[in-house]
């Protein structure tokens, strides 16, 4: 099933473009089933709206022509799907084994202290939002983090401070968080 | 030292490239199998070879390939498992993202095996660089006519398509992983029926690691004989480990399989840092036991490490000094597993985070008497009684930690500190 809508008037405001529309029916293509493309929809859509809103989970059903709990469920399921708005920038803090042996708690703790927030928090100015995370592959760098896509390796408190300046001094017009590519 | 295979192309500029690729011998091995083997033959030379998978159960590659049904008028799908996600682990990373045709050149030959017109590679969501690779390598594979329709003007057609994993690390359990691929919540299905008989889309699926798939373009160019002539003979090969942790020199190492892991950590990491001694290292990633710096003469294959009490796992290998807390170690593994659990069964959704709250309390100094007997008993309920091996490798770890490191973690309980923290 293809579902063609327009953007009216009288729909209120509407979040996949068209553009985005025939991105989706494109990557449908790819799979048996339209099942299948809820997830690379999902990435999709975070790339343009940093999360994804109920309404945004409503449209991605109705373009895909499937039920709304399937895609809620792989909303809400998957931890790199965003439920509710993150900042500009969303740290990403690896504190697992090998992070944590090279003291990514202490790391943990400055950024809550340089950002004023804790982990799960964004700040008030919306630029950062602070998560930890579980193993990112990168453990021979460690301590790790990613910040969007970025990935920053052999940390200390003192590259953190650097790299946190770097990205406030960076212009508005950056990419989102959001898809993986 | 062992010549290099998978990583011989990791230091040269463009590595990533088709033209890097070609120019080391890169798709010989593709003309040479459409030229002269049948895919029966195919999947002989890799039984041959004895190659194992990498991705952490060791099952018998060539096996595998064989059990899918042959029957022409049956869809079969391939899928490589690029979901890695075991903590300390990064070698299949590193193939992606320095040398992503060799890993797809493997993926063409495994197609053809199998009669797969269709593959996926399921690739964390993460791994942004990676991500950008292989869709480029899979664009160049397309323009050079390694890929679609009539490969290399054979009668063989063979999709690719990259589909992204957003973040649960069950996805690497090959029927989650396929549960996924459909548009599912990531959780693992009853076996049988097993994949290669009935897995993606109900169709004969053969779900293999990066490192795996790799291996097969080598295994073809230079002979079923000279793979397995290298290292351990019950599971040869080259093999990348990964290391982190308290050692000098943490990286990516290709050493023969069933190098002894003592070599690996104290001669090519560099052994403990200045001061340090080696406590305790885990061989596989979190999953795999931690053993005792007593026990590091043990050979890095499936075989030695089973018989050790641990395993090989994803060749994960994290190395933990005298200067850190075995129980600080464990309360953080079992977060991750409790963290990662997919809620599908009671004994690993429950038993876990009830193993977690107990163990912050013992790391907080607020351990009872009683607590360790709690988490003995949680073990037991959890090893062998969860629905696949994530529950189980993160009992089987804890429940190490505790006869290990026993004294440890009672002077948690008895004296209401962290003796290092």
């Given at each position: ?181 | ?24 011998g890169g798709y010989q091995a593709l003309a040479t199998v459409l030229r002269d083997y049948q895919p029966d033959e195919l999947i002989e030379l890799v039984k041959e070879s004895n190659l ?370």
């Amino acid at each position: 099933m293809t579902v063609e809508s327009e953007v009216s008037a009288e729909s209120g405001p509407r979040f996949l473009t068209k553009e985005m529309r025939k991105k989706i029916e494109e990557i449908t293509g790819r799979y048996p089933t339209r099942r299948s493309a809820i997830m690379p929809s999902l990435f999709l859509a975070q790339e343009e709206y940093g999360y994804l809103c109920d309404e945004v989970l409503l449209e991605v059903a109705e373009a895909l022509g499937v039920p709304e709990v399937w895609v809620y469920e792989i909303a809400t399921f998957y931890t790199m799907f965003n439920t509710t708005p993150v900042g500009r920038f969303h740290i990403k803090l690896c504190t697992n084994v090998s992070c944590l042996l090279l003291e990514a708690g202490s790391l943990l703790s400055h950024l809550e202290k340089r950002l004023g927030i804790a982990r799960g928090e964004t700040t008030g100015d919306g630029l950062f939002t602070l998560s930890v995370v579980e193993c990112l592959g990168s453990c021979d760098t460690a301590p790790v983090m990613q910040i969007n896509k970025t990935y920053y390796e052999t940390l200390s408190a003192e590259g953190i401070d650097q790299i946190l300046e770097e990205l406030k001094a960076r212009p508005a017009d950056g990419g989102r968080e959001g898809a993986p590519a | 030292m062992m010549e290099k295979v998978l990583l011989k192309n990791a230091e040269t500029p463009d590595s990533h490239t088709v033209g890097a690729y070609e120019a080391s011998g890169g798709y010989q091995a593709l003309a040479t199998v459409l030229r002269d083997y049948q895919p029966d033959e195919l999947i002989e030379l890799v039984k041959e070879s004895n190659l194992k998978g990498r991705g952490g159960a060791g099952f018998a590659t060539g096996v595998k390939w064989g059990f899918v049904p042959k029957d022409p008028a049956l869809k079969k799908y391939l899928c490589c498992n690029a979901d890695e996600g075991e903590p300390g682990t990064f070698k299949d990373r590193a193939i992606m993202e320095k040398d992503p045709h060799q890993m797809i050149e493997g993926m063409i030959l495994c197609a053809y095996a199998i009669g797969a017109e269709t593959a996926y590679i399921y690739i964390r969501g993460e791994y942004t660089l990676s991500i950008q690779r292989l869709e480029a390598a899979l664009q160049e594979a397309y323009d050079k006519g390694y890929l679609g329709q009539r490969i290399l003007g054979s009668d063989f057609n063979l999709d690719i398509y990259v589909h992204c994993g957003a973040g649960a690390y069950i996805c690497g359990e090959e029927t989650a992983l396929i549960e996924s691929l459909e548009g599912r919540r990531g959780q693992p299905r009853l076996k049988p029926p097993f994949p290669a008989i009935e897995g993606l889309y109900a169709s004969p699926t053969v779900v293999n690691n990066v490192e795996t798939l790799a291996c097969v373009p080598h295994i073809v160019t230079r002979g079923a004989e000279w793979f397995s002539a290298i290292g351990s003979a019950s599971g040869p090969g080259p093999k990348l480990y990964c290391l982190s942790g308290h050692v000098r020199k943490p990286g990516l190492y290709e050493l023969p399989m069933g190098i002894p892991l003592r070599e690996l950590v104290e001669e090519h990491a560099g052994g403990a840092k200045p001061g340090r001694k080696i406590k305790a290292v885990i061989p596989g990633g979190v999953s795999a036991p931690m053993i005792l710096e007593s026990d590091l003469d043990v050979c890095m294959d499936f075989e030695s490490l089973a018989a050790a009490g641990t395993m090989l796992g994803s060749a994960g290998v994290i190395v933990i000094d005298d200067n850190d807390c075995v129980v600080r170690v464990a309360t953080r593994i079992t977060e991750f597993f409790a963290h990662e659990s997919c809620g599908k069964c009671s004994p690993c959704r429950e038993g876990l985070s009830w193993a977690v709250k107990i163990l912050r309390r013992l790391e907080n100094g607020e351990g009872k008497e009683g607590d360790l007997e709690q988490l003995d008993f949680l073990c037991d309920g959890i090893f062998g009684n969860t629905f696949c091996a994530l529950g189980d490798g993160a009992a089987w770890g804890l429940r190490r930690a505790l006869q290990h490191f026993r004294d440890e973690f009672v002077y948690h309980v008895e004296k209401k500190e962290c003796p290092f923290h």
